[in-house]
């Protein structure tokens, strides 16, 4: 059961530090904003529950956050906000085994994102209108939409550039290999995905999205700190994490998108011509080298190792 209801209260701000090393985007800016909120409840899919399971049958709670997201995205573009019309984009499926997906998008700027930070003072000031929903925990049985609320300390926030697929990506039909985790019932596995470009892992939580969601964590945390790019690609619920460590080409990185074989093409020429062998090139160039990659699944191991019981 869900509810929708108008909510009035203000929630707590995120707090600003100006002293810690970690304030380089600031939250005030979003001081007496109000956006739709999601709250989570402790009954959620995304609760471990008592015996720490999560049911990977569709339910209503995603259908209704699904409708969320969509509602207030295409609420985005009938007032223009957004810079193109993704649905107007042409699509084609890249001739293959690997049937990578390819789209045409002439309007699509990444590096014009990455300079326009959403969460920088400057640009969050100016486009707070960026800002589709936030997603926050609470204690209360049921989930509930607020339409309108100050965003709470805890709170994720889901800007109107996001990607959302419906069907799953080429990765997604890869072959993996198991590297953690050999027993059924074990509470995380963790896998390294075969015959793709770029190399990647897979992580499954077996139901406990907790534990699922701590190793992922702690791993990019170190992978941050060793200056090492990656993407992130969750699937199925979130049931599913595909994690991409890179290494930097042309100071550039690979998109979590693009990773996982949906190719977005700014010339009209390149995506005419745009073949199979081509793709591998580009993506393979940003896949890290066996002996770096043999390190971080050594890692990814680790911290599985120890935080799995």
Partial sequence: MFTVKQ????SCMLKYDAASEHSQCPWMPLQGTKIPLYWLGSQSALDNGACGRLSC???EEQSLLDSLFLAQWEDCAWKGFLRYDVTACELKVIDGRRKFV???NEGWNLNNFLKQNPFTFQCMKKHRELLLFAIASVEITNPEIIHSATVPDDASLVVVNACYFANPLPVELMPVV???GRQKLEGLHIYEVKDYPVKAFLFIGNGNLKMLIEVVAQICSWLQDQKVPYSLLISDCGTKMYLFPQ???VAC???AWECGGYIVFKDKFEFDQATEEAVLERLGAFSLDDEC???VKQLCCSVASKLVT
């Fill in 7 to 10: 909510f009035e209260e203000d």
């Fill in 293 to 295: 990659f043999s390190v």
């Fill in 102 to 104: 390819g789209q045409l």
């Fill in 247 to 249: 290494q930097l080409v």
């Fill in 178 to 180: 198991t590297i953690h």
């Fill in 57 to 59: 049958t569709p339910t």
């Fill in 253 to 255: 990185s690979l998109s």
